[in-house]
């Protein structure tokens, strides 16, 4: 599958928590790469595989029945209706990692007056995808991050895998003013744009759809790949790796990690920290030498 690779012009940004109820469809198929879907309530399409899933913020099922007689190679396979709350696990709220105070935008009552002076607040939409930052790997890897930021600040930093983009943002917020965060997903690399626009970071912090292979070879002094381990093995063993002065790896399962492990022990690296969270996902801090 051919991936455009572009970086995203600014969406609207908002400040109120984005949607009470979510309708969604589960449709096997892509739709066709010049169909555009153009109804105010339509949220996004999450592609996954030989999948699609369209959200909509309100019932939808007349349009998708147009959609799927204008495109007959898509098939309907079943469909959702939950809240917002139930699709991200929970209610996504404020929360602190390390130095980091992680604030949903439409919690107005947190703002830079009530913040501590060494805090680093960042705003986070995750909108509808998965990643409001309270994951085991996330925590790890932030603090993963400010480790290698006290020890020698990266000038630059390649995300990989960037979801809603949090990693790259925190990067920002430690002082790093060239960063890179991509991600396969066209809605997550949206939602990741869109919260560079919240925390006014766009001038340091560029958005790019795109397979992560395609772009290890960016320069840069750290890279961020917290990603599936299928994607994460051919990053590890390619040249673009070893280009990098400092690594953080993370979402590996325990054979994934020792794998993982076994692969960089091959090469000239060093791992500094390991991470074991819930004794099931692992992530490493490493410098290349």
């Not at 979801?163 to 943002?169: E, F, I, P, Q, R």
Request: glycine residues 6%.
């Amino acid at each position: 599958m051919n991936e455009t690779k572009y970086s995203f012009s600014s969406p609207q940004v908002s400040l109120n928590a984005p949607y009470k109820d979510l309708y969604i469809y589960y449709i096997e198929g892509h739709l066709s790469p010049d169909h555009k879907i153009f109804y105010k309530d339509f949220i996004g399409n999450w592609e996954e595989d030989e999948f699609s899933f369209l959200f909509f913020s309100s019932p939808s099922k007349e349009k998708i029945k147009y959609l799927l007689s204008a495109q007959p190679h898509l098939t309907l396979i079943d469909s959702y209706h939950m809240t917002y709350d139930d699709w991200q696990g929970g209610t996504p709220t404020p929360f602190r990692a390390g130095r980091f105070l992680i604030i949903p935008p439409w919690e107005k009552r947190w703002n830079d007056s009530n913040a501590d002076r060494e805090e680093l607040q960042i705003l986070l939409d995750p909108g509808v995808v998965f990643g409001t930052g309270t994951h085991a790997t996330t925590h790890d890897c932030l603090e993963a991050l400010e480790l290698a930021f006290w020890s020698e600040k990266p000038v630059s930093v390649l995300d990989l895998g960037t979801g809603t983009g949090l990693l790259a943002l925190a990067a920002s917020r430690l002082g790093c003013k060239k960063i890179v965060a991509v991600d396969l997903n066209l809605l997550a690399a949206r939602t990741a744009e869109n919260n560079v626009q919240l925390n006014n970071v766009k001038d340091s912090v560029v958005v790019i759809h795109g397979s992560a292979e395609d772009f290890m070879d960016i320069p840069a002094d750290l890279v961020i790949a917290n990603i599936h381990f299928d994607v994460m093995k051919h990053l590890i063993s390619s040249e673009g790796f070893f280009s990098k002065k400092w690594f953080i790896l993370s979402g590996l399962l325990r054979s994934q990690a020792r794998d993982a492990a076994y692969i960089l022990a091959q090469k000239r690296v060093k791992i500094l920290k390991k991470w074991e969270s819930e004794g099931i996902w692992h992530t490493f801090l490493g410098k290349i030498c």
